[in-house]
């Protein structure tokens, strides 16, 4: 299956709260998990990828490391405004290897998806991979 969060395939980074120029955010749409975004410390932190076109999304999984808890919001709007939270997850820590979480979306529309970190099992996370079906 194609994966529609892939830069690849247009979909963009739109904002992140911030950056590392070593690890930029869009590491997270590249495809891989080698490489990563990394955060800058306190929360929350969050990023907005933009897909190439609205489109129904079943699950969203996420590659990351000392995630705690996540909120994802969704915009049907071209511009990322008028979100909606639709998913709220509370991620298990993982010692020494990346966490990798499936989030049912059930079949929601969105142009834009935003994912909020609320809170980390340290002072910064990083999320290695997006991935949309």
Not at 71 to 86: L, P
Request: one cysteine or more; hydrophobic letters at 40%.
């Amino acid at each position: 299956m194609v994966d529609p969060a892939l830069s690849s395939l247009g979909a963009q980074i739109v904002l992140a709260a911030s950056s590392d120029e070593n690890h930029p955010p869009e590491n997270i749409i590249d495809g891989s998990t080698e490489t990563f975004w990394m955060s800058t410390g306190m929360f929350p932190q969050e990023f907005i990828i933009r897909l190439a076109e609205s489109m129904k999304i079943a699950l969203v999984t996420m590659h990351c490391y000392n995630v705690k808890t996540l909120k994802i919001e969704k915009s049907i709007s071209d511009d990322a405004t008028d979100f909606e939270a639709i998913s709220e997850k509370e991620f298990e820590h993982t010692e020494g290897h990346l966490q990798t979480n499936d989030i049912p979306l059930n079949g929601t529309t969105a142009t834009h998806l935003r994912f909020i970190v609320t809170s980390g099992y340290d002072h910064f996370v990083s999320v290695h991979r997006v991935s949309v079906e």
